[in-house]
Structures are given as C-alpha cells and as structure tokens.
C-alpha cells in the first residue's frame, strides 16, 4: 500500500515532529569508509525530507557501528548540510572529562551555531571491558557521579561554578557561551527523574527498552520543575521503524538489525548481515525470547501500518518529538524507508 492512501484520523493534531538517529551501520560486503560516507549521505537526505534533526550515538567496540568518534562524525555531518540540527544520541559522559566534552562541543556550536544538540547519557555504550579501557578506573564504571559530571559539564559552558570551587579558574575555550542545545536521554527512571528536576528536555530509547517508556515519561513529568532551559517538559521517544511499500518487504529488511541483536546479545557482535542471511537464520527458542523485547518496540511495515503504529505511539506517549531509527542493510532501501516515514507524516498533518 503506497502512502498516498494513508489518512488522517479525524482530530486536528499538530504536525509529527520526526528525527533521525543514526549509527553509521557498518554491513557485510562494505567497510567503515563506506558508512561514514552513507551516515553524511544520510543526512543530506533527511535534511530534504524535512526531518528536524539528525544524531549519531557513541558505541565501542562494535564492529557494526562506525560512530563511536561522535563529535568528529558531527562535525563532518554538519558540514555538509545546512539547515538540520545535528548533534548525539548521545555522548556517555561518565566516558569522557567534562571539560573535554565541552570543549567538542563548543567548537562544533561556534561553527554551525543554532544547530548542534548534545544528548548526554550515562551508560558506557559498550562492554565493561572497554569501557574500563575508556575510563582508566574500575572505581569510574559505576557512574555514581554522573550528576556531579553533568553539573560540571554545564558551568563549564556558562561559566556557573561556585566561587569555592576549583575548576571555577578555568574557561572552557571553545565551550564558555557556545552551550549547543542539551538533552538528557534515558531508558530506565534514573535519567528520566534527573531531567525532570533540572528541568531539561529528554529523550526516551523506545527501540531498545520500550517496557519501561511509559513509566520514565511519567516520572520525568511529575518530576519536572521550571528552568531557563525550558517552562514545561519536552519529551523526544526514539524508535526503530521500518517502512517498506509493503508489510512483507519490510519485515525482510528487518531481518538483519534482528539477527545482529541476537548476535550482540550472544557476545557475538559483528556487522549487519544481508537480508538474505537474516531470512536463512534458524533462530533457536532462546534467540526468539531474546527477540521478543526487542520487537515490542519495534514498528515494521508498509505506510499504513507504519501510520498506525507512530500514532499510537504519540497518543500513548505524548512525545513531543519522535526519533526514527533504521538498521537497513541496503542504502537505498535505508533512504526509501525515510522517504515512506516522511510521506506518512506529512500526508496525517494534511
């Protein structure tokens, strides 16, 4: 079903907001030139679609993912285009120093100023084993600290350190008043409650943790509290989607993304399999039960289901925002499932 025959649902809603998260997908028969090439590509892309923003995540140690050097693909996602925001989905801060993270950033702001977000999280997207090697200290896995770093990296864009404290000596050059526009980003409660009380934006991973969506929305509502930031809560839920002119050409090329989580989830990581590989892989009861989760949050289909599905996610979730995610092992059919999500979008706000 094309999306031409897609139809509004009656109400008058605002337009859909739609973003893109991206990971530089890495696929058998292609190398890491070939996915920075296509994640920039991708954005130029989008960017014509009238997507809102376009971010790229940090992972390690991934062979499928390519955007671990986060702020360096930004920086070169930036370049080439003009007018989407870019930033990340996110930066692992507890991997980083605060002062380093600000500086990145504040550059990549004082280049393409209005356009750069910062997503901060606090998992260390990866193994402990590296991020061992990334921290430098068994003591920093934990990320007890991560309110404290976050605090940190704040005062050192505005320059908010108390008189006491000793980083209150250093300006960040760049960072000190080139803040880009920050976002907290969340799958539990922990992110959620602390976004909420310091009165940020937030942004929920639906595609990996679609259990818990509900309940940190809530409690990032509840807990939220007025800043200069914002006056009430804004809420971005990210979410894998696949769309494809029919339901069963998409469910095919979402065969590989599903095959490489069973993979990842195995402690075997690799690059994204074919679609052809996926659609021969016989899945073993516990690989199905893996599978399970990561489906739920999953939405697969052709434009009309994909309608249905994004709505539904709005209505329940009342996001502000919805970030679309799209592990598809063909470039083109990557930028067709974009094509179909945009169509889809604007032809409901009609």
Known sequence: MGA???KSSGAVRPPMALSVLDLAVVTEGSGIGRALEESIELARAVEALGYRRFWVAEHHNMPGI???????????????????????????????????????????????????????????????????????????????????QLGELRAFFTGGFPDTHPFRAITAVPGYGDQPELWLLGSSGFSAQLAGLLGLPFSFAHHFSAGNTLPALELYRSS?????????????????????????????????????????????????????????????????????SRTR??????????????????RETQADELMITAMIHDYRHRVRSYELVAAVAAEAAA
């Open 224 to 292: 939220f509290r007025p800043s200069p930031t914002l006056s009430k809560p804004r809420a971005m839920v990210a979410v894998s989607v696949i769309c494809a002119d029919t339901d069963e050409e998409a469910q095919f090329l979402a065969g590989p993304s599903r095959l490489a989580f069973v993979r990842l989830r195995s402690g075997r990581p690799g690059r994204l399999p074919s679609p052809q590989e996926a659609a021969g892989h016989d899945y073993s009861p516990s690989e199905r039960l893996m599978l399970d």
């Open 297 to 314: 949050g999953q939405i697969v289909g052709d434009p009309e289901t994909v309608h249905l599905g994004l709505e539904t996610l709005r």
């Open 66 to 148: 390519a955007s671990s050097a986060t702020a360096v693909l930004i920086g070169a996602v930036a370049a080439a285009t003009t007018s989407i925001r870019v930033g990340s989905g996110g930066i692992m801060l507890p991997n980083h120093a605060p002062l380093l993270v600000a500086e990145q950033f504040g550059t990549l702001e004082a280049l393409y100023p209005g356009r750069i977000d910062l997503g901060i999280g606090r998992a260390p997207g990866t193994d402990q084993v590296t991020a061992l090697a990334l921290r430098r200290s068994s003591e920093a896995l934990n990320a007890d600290d991560f309110p404290q």
């Open 4 to 6: 031409s025959t897609v």
